[in-house]
């Protein structure tokens, strides 16, 4: 455990982020000291564990390749071994704007179980490919549980101990849509959103191509819709 621990951990899964990492983990430890960070190097095959060592990041190096699933699941670990009482999922590629962690906290504080940082709390989306699977996740998730999440892609959530225990624990938890829906269905988690703005990907490639945004939906849909129902509990 770090001395002087924090209530929030914010957990950096980073996979290839070396052209990124050391501008958003800078940002937090220069502006944001409030706050403790783990990165989760993800068997990176570029420079970002090197970049972590070499600036004495607080930083898990990951042997091989787990997967946004793993290697998030390893961060949490990580703070339910230390005694956080909240986790956030936040960007390694410079997406997410730090600023907004304080209005998610006080969210949080509310009794919420988890709190999204939502891009569409008070806006329509844009009309393009990936808001149509956004927009149908969000329909998959309102039929199955009866709750409205307007951004449910977005990666930036934040958990509170309970749901940090639950995916220290458990199997198969990756931070996602289908996980949410699972986690409000089977364990009632309280979710709700918070407004919030997203910076583009300066620097370096998202994995998120048109094909592969087009797989994630329909993996997503099915999951919701068909695989959670028959998931049980530990």
Do not use: W
Request: aromatic residues 8%; hydrophobic residues 40%; glycine residues 8%.
């Amino acid at each position: 455990m770090r001395e002087g621990r924090k209530e929030l951990l914010i957990v950096i899964p980073a996979y290839n982020e070396a052209e990124n990492i050391e501008r958003v983990v800078n940002r937090l430890i220069t502006d944001f000291p409030q706050y403790d960070y783990v990165v989760v190097n993800d068997g990176s095959s570029d420079g970002t564990a090197e970049i972590c060592r070499r600036n004495n990041y607080n930083f898990l190096d990951l042997p091989v390749n787990l997967g946004l699933a793993g290697g998030f699941q390893a961060g949490l670990k990580y703070a339910a071994r230390c005694g956080y009482r909240y986790a956030v999922q936040f960007d390694g590629d410079g997406q997410h704007r730090p600023e907004y962690l304080a209005a998610m906290q006080a969210r949080m504080e509310d009794g919420f179980d988890i709190v999204i940082g939502s891009r569409f709390v008070g806006q329509k989306k844009p009309r393009s490919m990936r808001m149509l699977g956004s927009n149908l996740i969000e329909h998959a998730i309102r039929l199955t549980t009866g709750v409205r999440i307007k951004d449910p892609t977005s990666g930036m959530r934040m958990f509170n101990r309970a749901m940090i225990e639950e995916f220290a624990g458990g199997l198969n938890y990756g931070p996602e849509p289908d996980t949410v829906s699972y986690l409000i269905r089977q364990r009632g988690a309280r979710v709700d959103e918070v407004p919030v703005v997203m910076d583009e990907r300066l620097l370096g490639k998202s994995y998120l191509t048109p094909l592969n945004a087009a797989r994630y939906m329909i993996k997503m849909l099915i999951s919701i819709c068909l695989i959670q129902s028959f998931r049980k509990r530990r």
